[in-house]
């Protein structure tokens, strides 16, 4: 199979709709979809909440592709408030599930590296167990079960560690930090995989081009750092000369545990011929301008 790159279009006659579309992820995926040719409705949280059964039936009709960008995504605040989170990442995704496939839609999922326990020294495969340490983690884990059994041609993509242009990020926080100090202090015992939202995206847009099979896919860069090593990045990026400092989770006092490793595994999507995303450092240099541009780290 040929592989699928970022140019190949979708059918132009196809019809996205994508919730979740005014977050740091949803924004990029709006303007993925439609530079790739797609007819693309977008709805925000505002105007779709995807806790209403209802609402999401008569929102995926009439559309070919639903992206569910829509999630819980406060991981502390979800430690005391699980009911309110698995409302959005469990029974939200069942019932968005339940209406792309009353439309006849193929599903895209976003989910994440937190089903996982997070105690690996390999990457995660695709299939390997889930075991979420965390309210947060549990909550997408069961949306994950939601989608695959009431949407059989989904396409669900694990992501972690995600970053953008539109939204509040780990690169736009320690930036915003670093101008003002001489020292800060990062962790270096977690690892994973710093992943651009707009990589993501077109990510997204060549599986559906590729009409890769149905399952799970690991939407993330490829390599591994510690968020000390992208602290320190950011900082160069920046143009700072802020001193990055180490220091560990145990410092933390965090409600929610914090996956130590989370790097995922891309078998899934080379056997559909789609290329993952590349190496995290390039991809950072790519999208650094865009991320900490002029007016970024206010937001």
Request: hydrophobic share 45%; net charge negative.
């Amino acid at each position: 199979m040929c592989a699928v790159t970022a140019t190949t279009p979708v059918n132009s006659s196809t019809r996205w709709l994508v919730l979740g579309a005014a977050g740091m992820l949803g924004r990029d995926m709006v303007s993925a979809a439609r530079a790739a040719g797609a007819e693309v409705t977008a709805l925000a949280r505002a105007e779709l909440d995807v806790t209403d059964a209802a609402a999401a039936l008569e929102a995926a009709r009439g559309h070919d592709v639903v992206v569910n960008c829509s999630a819980w995504t406060a991981v502390d605040d979800a430690e005391t408030r699980e009911g309110d989170a698995f409302a959005v990442n469990a029974t939200g995704a069942a019932n968005v599930a339940r209406a792309a496939h009353a439309a006849g839609a193929r599903l895209v999922h976003v989910s994440t590296d937190y089903v996982f326990a997070g105690d690996g020294t390999e990457p995660y495969a695709e299939d390997a167990p889930i075991a979420p340490r965390s309210a947060y983690g549990r909550t997408k884990a069961a949306g994950e079960w939601a989608v695959r059994a009431e949407a059989p041609d989904h396409l669900l993509v694990r992501t972690a560690w995600l970053y953008g242009e539109h939204g509040s990020c780990f690169p736009r926080t320690i930036a915003r930090i670093a101008a003002d100090r001489d020292e800060i202090s990062v962790v270096v015992d977690e690892v994973g995989q710093p992943t651009w939202t707009a990589d993501l995206a077109d990510l997204i847009v060549r599986l559906v081009a590729a009409q890769a099979p149905a399952g799970t896919y690991h939407g993330t860069s490829s390599g591994r750092t510690s968020w000390h090593g992208f602290a320190e990045r950011v900082v160069a990026a920046a143009g700072l000369t802020t001193r990055v400092a180490t220091t560990t989770s145990a410092n933390f006092g965090r409600p929610a545990p914090r996956p130590a490793f989370s790097v995922l595994g891309h078998e899934a999507l080379r056997a559909a011929g789609v290329e993952p995303i590349g190496d995290w450092a390039e991809r950072w240099a790519a999208a650094s301008g865009a991320v900490l541009g002029a007016g970024a780290l206010r937001a």
